[in-house]
Each structure stands twice: as structure tokens, then as C-alpha cells.
């Protein structure tokens, strides 16, 4: 079995912003030689999400709006006991926390085998910084 290990590094200057990743992912499965197997792209930072869903700017302004309306920014330690810690960014960790950690895609063929209109996305919830995500291609 093959196996091939990327980092990828993003400094969304937003506070809260989507990135569309899946050339990026497509490019690494490429590179690995992995004809059938899967991929886990993995965020490693807690206030940061990967996730799948429909390339639509309406969607992702959608998405804006909902999780705001979950969990408002709010830098206050009133509202949030985390920001009593001096962090301003208990709002992003609970973001994070619905828009999920991580994706893994089969690679049928050499390419991501995907439903109609699916896309990678990288969810950055407290941005202005770099923070990391774990590309691994595993299979034959």
C-alpha cells in the first residue's frame, strides 16, 4: 500500500472565511499514485474546518449568516467563559465544531470520486493567521 503525506499552510486575511481546496487536494492525490484508495484532509487547528459541500457564493454567505447567528462574535468574556482566558475566539471553536474537522474522499481511478456538485473546502473561523492542514493519501 502507498501512502503520501502533504501540509498545507493558510493565512486567510477574514476572520471568517470558506476557500475552495479541491485542486489543491486533486493535485496531491495526482502526485501520490494512489489509483484506488482515500484521502483525509484534516484541519489541525481548532478554530479552523474542512468540510464538503456545493461551490455557490450565495451557499457560503448562507453559511456566514447561520453560524453567526449560533455562535456571535462576541471578544467579551462576558458571553463566553473561554474568553475569560484573554483568547477572543470561543465563537470559532464553536464554528469549528459544526462544520466539522475533516473529510475523507475515495479515489476511485485516480481521482476523487464525487457526488454532483461536491467541492473541498477549507472554514477559517479566526483568521489573520497561518494555520495547517494534513493532506494523506492512502491506497494502491
Do not use: C
Request: glycine fraction near 8%; charge should be negative; hydrophobic fraction near 40%.
Amino acid at each position: 500500500m502507498k501512502s503520501h503525506t502533504e501540509y498545507l499552510t493558510f493565512n486567510l486575511p477574514a476572520r471568517m472565511a470558506f476557500q475552495n481546496i479541491t485542486p489543491t487536494i486533486e493535485e496531491i492525490v495526482r502526485k501520490s499514485g494512489v489509483r484506488e484508495g482515500l484521502v483525509l484532509v484534516n484541519a489541525m487547528h481548532i478554530t479552523a474546518s474542512v468540510f464538503i459541500n456545493d461551490d455557490e457564493p450565495g451557499l457560503h454567505e448562507d453559511y456566514k449568516t447561520w453560524l453567526e447567528g449560533l455562535a456571535p462574535f462576541d471578544a467579551s468574556p462576558q458571553r463566553y467563559a473561554h474568553n475569560r482566558t484573554g483568547e477572543d475566539n470561543a465563537d470559532a471553536h464553536m464554528k469549528r465544531q459544526v462544520m466539522g474537522r475533516e473529510v475523507v474522499v475515495a479515489i476511485t481511478n485516480g481521482q476523487l470520486d464525487f457526488g454532483p456538485w461536491e467541492q473541498i473546502f477549507y472554514g477559517e473561523f479566526d483568521g489573520r493567521r497561518p494555520k495547517r492542514v494534513l493532506v494523506k493519501v492512502i491506497g494502491e
